[in-house]
């Protein structure tokens, strides 16, 4: 679920399928911070949805770990939210 969904991030048409579920800002929020990274846009889904899940703190897995239970699609609604987090001022 959530760990094959991760592992294929990397894959630009995988990245970009999850791109087209996110809110159009996010997406495009996206595509800028990967712009100006230099970097391809599956490369930056990667690596963001990576750092979060080797640096989140115990509260924000508690507010991803609820999300997921209550969506159909927890691995899907786990990668949207931790982008969104991603480019979104907290």
């Known amino acids: 679920m959530l760990g094959d969904l991760i592992a294929q991030l990397g894959c630009p048409d995988v ?3 999850v791109i087209m579920t996110l809110d159009a800002d996010v997406a495009r929020r ?3 911070r990967a712009s100006a990274a230099s970097v391809p846009v ?3 889904v990667s690596g963001a949805v990576r750092e ?3 640096s989140a703190d115990d ?3 508690f507010q991803l770990l609820t999300i997921m239970r209550k969506s ?3 691995g899907l609604a786990a990668v949207k939210t931790i982008l969104t987090w991603v480019v979104t001022e907290r």
Do not use: G, M, R, T
């Open 42 to 44: 599956a490369e930056f």
């Open 52 to 54: 979060f899940l080797e």
């Open 15 to 17: 990245a970009n399928s």
């Open 59 to 61: 509260d924000l897995w």
């Open 30 to 32: 996206i595509e800028d």
């Open 72 to 74: 159909e699609d927890p």
